[in-house]
């Protein structure tokens, strides 16, 4: 695959060095344009080391070959990482004042732009406005993670992790490339449509309970899984919404984000994206306590060494149990609800033994069962899980696997159910 990395001046561009190994080392050939302000951050020896090809920012080196037109004619992906402010006010404007912006108007293959800066000025209307043009026009944006930005401040803005805007990008040109095909009527695997028309709610992350403005009780759910379930519901055609628990990972782009962060605002924010739904999919790890009590001020460490703290939990409500009962109630047989189990096994019983006790209990149609612990499923790439059905005994394992691939099993199980 021929890529065009674009690097705008950003003190993020330093990601984007990791990122262009990560083409390069799967075999990819890219070009990286910079902009002048982005050498302020990596030179061009730097990208030009890690790219094996010449760095140019100006659209008057090696004039004969026509850079400006040729680099985009010729690409099958242009990305800009970072994409600051500036950089995306350009692109939607049409502003065409160096090789990386000329580059973008002459690309006629997909263009995903990931954008990075401060809070402020992501959530600026004049910034949101240009990423609404951009998405019009067919542009990918990846929307940016929230988390560390520079010097002090935190918040959303921070270029998500050069392993996640690798994934992205895979998936972006696979989903071309099956439109595409789908277009010419070529028969191609990534074109199932079983989704058309559909509406799905899929929950991802890992709720946390505050008990004071510092601390919270949380658990380690990434939201990889729930959002790469997300993903491929959206790529066969569903209307997706996506209820996020403090998900720091790049959300597809075309996907109706609600972020939450506790357990009770997870529950309200399901159960409003569930009424109408064909599908809703509980991935995510709901806290099954809180505190009883949230201190208005930070709880300070006694002067004694051996003092302890005691914390009262109340129960959260299990969602999906409500979800369950609420259908019922309308006597209606939507949505079909998945739940999952995330288990450890004890000296009362194995995975599967908790997993089978808990799906009695919920009464969802389908439960997806994976074993966690340390370095076991959260965060991770990989992992394996186990399908079981409402009525019948079977068990379904995927796995080994990607959590991509995962999210197409689960789909595949899903999709006969809906008529």
């Not at 990395?5 to 075999?27: C, D, H, P, W």
């Not at 998500?160 to 989903?175: G, K, S």
């Amino acid at each position: 695959m021929r890529v065009v990395l674009g690097v705008s001046g950003g003190i993020a561009a330093y990601k984007a060095a990791s990122l262009l190994r990560l083409f390069t080392e799967n075999g990819h050939d890219v070009t990286v344009v910079p902009t002048a302000a982005a050498l302020h951050f990596v030179g061009a020896p730097t990208w030009s080391a890690l790219s094996g090809k010449p760095v140019s920012t100006e659209v008057w080196s090696s004039v004969h070959e026509v850079p400006h037109v040729r680099i985009g004619q010729s690409a099958d992906l242009v990305v800009v990482a970072p994409a600051t402010a500036d950089l995306l006010a350009k692109a939607a404007h049409g502003l065409a004042d160096d090789l990386l912006t000329n580059t973008l108007l002459t690309a006629r293959c997909p263009v995903a732009f990931a954008p990075a800066m401060h809070t402020e000025m992501w959530e600026h209307p004049a910034t949101q406005a240009n990423v609404a043009t951009l998405r019009a026009r067919g542009a990918h944006v990846i929307d940016p993670a929230v988390g560390r930005l520079t010097g002090k401040d935190t918040g959303s803005g921070r270029l998500p992790e050069p392993e996640e805007l690798y994934a992205a990008c895979l998936a972006i040109v696979e989903r071309g490339a099956a439109e595409t095909a789908a277009s010419r009527s070529e028969p191609a695997e990534a074109t199932v449509r079983d989704l058309d028309g559909r509406r799905v709610v899929v929950s991802a992350g890992g709720t946390r309970e505050p008990l004071d403005p510092v601390r919270f009780l949380g658990n380690r759910s990434s939201g990889k899984q729930g959002i790469a379930i997300a993903r491929a519901a959206a790529d066969r055609g569903a209307k997706v919404t996506l209820v996020a628990a403090n998900v720091s990972l790049p959300v597809p782009d075309g996907i109706d984000l609600v972020p939450v962060e506790t357990t009770l605002e997870l529950q309200q924010a399901v159960e409003a994206a569930a009424d109408g739904a064909d599908v809703v999919v509980m991935a995510a790890a709901p806290a099954d306590f809180r505190p009883a009590t949230v201190s208005s001020s930070k709880i300070k460490k006694s002067s004694d060494p051996d003092a302890g703290l005691r914390v009262e939990l109340v129960a959260n409500p299990d969602i999906v149990k409500g979800l369950v009962r609420a259908r019922a109630e309308r006597g209606s047989q939507a949505p079909f609800i998945v739940s999952f189990a995330a288990e450890t096994g004890d000296v009362d019983g194995s995975v599967m033994d908790h997993a089978r006790a808990k799906f009695a209990r919920k009464g969802s149609d389908l439960q997806v069962v994976n074993e966690v612990g340390r370095d076991l499923t959260f965060g991770k790439d990989d992992t394996t899980v186990h399908l079981l059905r409402r009525g019948s005994d079977d068990v379904t394992t995927v796995g080994p696997t990607t959590k991509d691939a995962v999210a197409d099993a689960l789909w595949d199980a899903i999709s006969p159910s809906l008529g």
